[in-house]
């Protein structure tokens, strides 16, 4: 089949692609609202070095163990900070601030990870304010709890500093709020387009000369379009 006949189909279909478009324009804008303003959130992040102090340095042995019980440590501890039971440790600190926070919130806002042998924790609010005082009640929770949600690690001198405080930051459009609505529409065109090819597929009207000799049948005589 050639383009011009491809061509063909969506000019004479040219309907169903254009329906189909539309339609969904219609329903994301109904569902989305995106004139409508979307709530403020902001996000700050700390960064923290972990590790257990040998109790020989002189002993490069035992220093080493220490090193690679360090690395460990970070890799668990970035899994307790996103744990249940950390959330609901810096809840009850922020309580004594007058802040209730529940620690399902905290546990869904916080994000822990690993990054050049330094733990990194990000955390993501609505109030600007509130950010501030959870990011110094996480900072203070790690550096003063930490034992008690790994006593086995930290009971051999180990210890979590505080070594970066970011600001606290709003938040913009990620690039997949940007993109949603073009990328629905274009989906849309091409399911508006593959309709139309199967509509014409369905089709058994004669529209031609071609699709008469698809019949079998000899063209004797053809009256030429009106131009």
């Not at 972990?50 to 042995?61: D, R, S, Y």
């Amino acid at each position: 089949m050639e383009l011009r006949h491809y061509w063909a189909i969506i000019r004479r279909w040219w309907w169903i692609p254009l329906l189909t478009v539309l339609l969904t324009a219609v329903l994301t804008l109904a569902t989305q609202r995106p004139w409508e303003p979307r709530p403020a959130a902001y996000t700050t992040s700390l960064s923290f070095s972990v590790g257990v102090q040998p109790q020989n340095p002189a002993n490069g042995e035992e220093a080493y163990y220490t090193a690679l019980a360090s690395e460990y440590l970070i890799d668990d501890l970035a899994e307790v900070v996103r744990g249940s039971e950390f959330a609901a440790a810096v809840s009850r600190r922020l309580e004594g601030q007058g802040i209730v926070v529940p620690p399902g919130a905290l546990q869904g806002s916080t994000q822990a990870g690993k990054l050049h042998r330094i733990l990194s924790v990000g955390i993501t609010w609505g109030n600007p304010q509130e950010l501030d005082a959870i990011a110094g009640a996480v900072a203070a929770t790690l550096e003063e709890e930490a034992a008690a949600f790994m006593p086995r690690l930290f009971a051999q001198n180990g210890a979590a500093y505080l070594v970066n405080r970011g600001g606290v930051g709003e938040v913009g459009p990620g690039l997949r709020q940007r993109l949603e609505f073009p990328l629905r529409l274009l989906l849309a065109l091409a399911a508006g387009i593959a309709l139309a090819f199967l509509a014409d597929y369905l089709d058994d009207r004669v529209r031609g000369r071609a699709d008469i000799e698809q019949l079998g049948l000899r063209v004797v005589g053809e009256i030429p379009k009106r131009k």
